[in-house]
């Protein structure tokens, strides 16, 4: 046997080996495919001990075709040829094959009902889930106002806008490499060749010596054929990714606006604390006035009126810290609503604490209204799309190119058929060595992809934790401000009879002290507390996800189209 034959024998049964190996592909991908148990393959004699066949169908088929020779003898197919017919018929039933694993989303524990909410009677509302804007809820003019300007000037919705439709031509970029890459190089190359030759003429009949002019309009084209699911899968594993940003964007949108009517709410709650203290000052005032006008009759001494004066210049001074606290959080506003802090103020307005009735719905529905955790869900589903990435490159990768245009030394003749010129042809590239590098990075995407199933299912314990928070939070809220409110009476009660007793000479202005210092204490507790509660109400519309539901993420069809998203549809793999 000489070296051309062994050369030929050997390529003969490194194809049959890798038919065999894309052959057990196919087979172990229709097996978890389910549903084709009636396929048969022909034309492969064994693969691990198992017969293996080329996909046909049970009806009978007409016996193979063959050669016809000169004189009208039959001659069978030569076996190089009958090698590449069986490995390129093995690709391409593999075209369909999906590496990756079949997604599910990752199951987490859910609880019937809420703990908090047993012992605790909510306020039935209208409807039983939070709707669009949620902060109308509130019943305030102001804030409504504020949270529509915030949907359109916040700096961080603009940012967190612009990943997304980062995110999106990303996919756009996957979804490119299904389609085959045409360039043109078209070119005038003007030359002098050398005149010190032994030959007079040139090759393309142009005396050497003399200057020549070479027009070119060459048109190249490249393909990679999908055959093993690498773009299908990175052009889900992107979609999936950009669904998670449009997610995330919902998110941080949500954010935003519970920290704008939070940081409303606080300012409202330091307007109020200003009038409380105001009122204290305005008390004050007349108290000492009281023991001046008690000291100059003999009745009192001068130490009471050292006494009132101290009281009433505590008060102013904790009166005017409040302006600290009151403009951070219209600095704060201002910053939410992408507006510069030194053009922006509110004006003082009464303080309405009302808590609204939120629907708080079962926890089931949590894991649809929450943005994070459709966030936290996407990137789960981008990591299983990773390893089928991961996977296709143990398999061959098969290119196909061709190559066509016009050249002429004229302008007139070059897009005359003389001119033209044409190549094809195609390469298949496989790995054979690599120190296992292929082998680890499956193992690194499956070890992330694990990484994002923890993720998600902390996410989701984290979102159940937040609602059993403020559920909590507003229950003994509701109690306590009742509570509180029977306090301020009681010490405004006190302070009442102790200044009759004083103004009567009964007791000394110390239990009138002592008095004042009580009911201002009460008053700030009671303002805080509905503070709290009005706050609480909003951090628990949040931890429910607002207005917005899982039907309002994107599709993969939307994520990748160039058209802006009007009407968001439900999710699908």
Known sequence: MNSHTKHLNAGEERNRAMVRVIAVEFKQCVTKRGGLSSLSFRGIKEVEGEPIKILSRRTPQPPPRSFLTGRGRRKPLPAPLLNSIALLTAMALLAGCNFAPKYKTPPTPAPEAYKETNDWKMAQPKDDAIRGKWWEIFGDAQLNTYEDQLTISNQNIAGALANFLAARAVVREARSQYFPTVSA?????????????????????????????LYSLPLN??????????????????????QASAATLENLRLDAQSELAVDYYQLRGQDELKRVFDATVAADKKTVELTKNLFQFGIDSDEDVAAAETQLATAEAQATNLDIQRAQYEHAIALLLGQPASTFSIPPKPFKADPPSIPVGLPSQLLERRPDVAAAERAVAAANAQIGVARAAFFPTLTLSGSGGFESTSVGNLLTGPSGFWSVGAMLAQTVFDGGLRKATVAQYRAQYESTVANYRQTVLTAFQQVEDNLAALRVLSKEVGQQAIAVQAAQRTLNLATNRYQLGIDSYLNVIVAQTTLLNNEQTAVNLQTQQMTSSVQLILTLGGGWDTKQLPSPKQVSSKQPMDKPKATTD
């Open 221 to 242: 084209a490249t393909w990679e054929p999908d055959l093993w699911g690498a773009i299908r899968n990175t052009v889900k594993a992107d979609s999936y990714t950009a």
């Open 185 to 213: 190089n078209p070119a005038v190359t003007r030359s002098h060749p050398s005149s010190s030759t032994s030959s007079s003429i040139s090759t393309n009949g142009v005396a050497r010596g003399s200057d020549s002019t």
